[in-house]
């Protein structure tokens, strides 16, 4: 896979041979060959991408640091860009929610659930909320029963939100810091990358409970962005001090 020597800002798992880079210094989205570590495909943005999500197997969408998405179509080994449109901010992570997108702001820090056209369908307003939920939301993951789950990099949290965007709870722990890249992998399973002390986090909503599942005796470090496939257990996992790395975890 050539990035140009320059880091993975996220990854998505399209099949069991498929991987989804998103390389935000050259604008470039690329399908990689997740056994041999191949390109596949790969097509240029018009502007700088910062997070990835899986719609379906031949397509998924983008945001642009021009406050926009953009749908990439899979077919196959080729990427084609699909259709774009624009969003009201600063716009940072994205989502999945059945048929809706949900994405982040990061600066006025805020959420927003759209329809495929871009309608706005519900709004968290951050300020509205009293200010403090949110200082710098980043990443997004949605689970199949329709919860919402935001790292924060400011303030080292995890919140839970429904599908209407209420909030449930917030989630803080001393290994927590900096989280950044955030999955779900079922609908009491997230697993979030700890940026600030080298760890893959296992949160349990159920319980309330946060544990360590990776840490720097695994080689993590300053993990960046994660991604997972089910159908054969695997974790990937972009380092953000090695540029152009995926690791492989192979879990039991």
Known sequence: MDTGGER?????VVSDTRLLVIVYAI????LVNSQTGGTV??????????????????????????????FININGDILELGRSFSVNGD?????????????????????????????VMHTFNNHAAGGDVFKRPKFIATSTDGMVFVSDWNKSTVTQLDSN?????????????????????STDQ??????????ILLLCPSMGAITSILGQQDGIKVPWALTYSPSQ????????????RIQVFQQQ
């Open 91 to 119: 716009v940072w992570g994205v989502a999945r929610s059945e048929d809706k997108i949900v994405v982040s702001y990061e600066y006025p820090p805020g959420l927003q659930v759209l329809s495929m056209d871009g309608t």
């Open 233 to 244: 257990k695997k974790l990937y996992v972009v380092p953000n001090e090695t540029l152009g």
């Open 41 to 70: 495909a790969q097509i240029t943005l018009k502007s700088y991408p910062h997070r990835v999500c899986m719609f379906n197997n031949i397509m998924a969408v983008v945001t642009l640091e021009d406050n926009s998405l953009q």
């Open 165 to 185: 965007l209420h909030v449930i709870r917030t989630y803080s722990d001393d290994m927590l810091q900096y989280p950044y890249g955030t999955i779900c992998v």
């Open 8 to 12: 993975i800002f996220d990854i998505a």
């Open 27 to 30: 604008k470039k989205v690329i």
């Open 190 to 199: 997230v697993l979030v990358c700890s940026h600030g002390n080298h760890r």
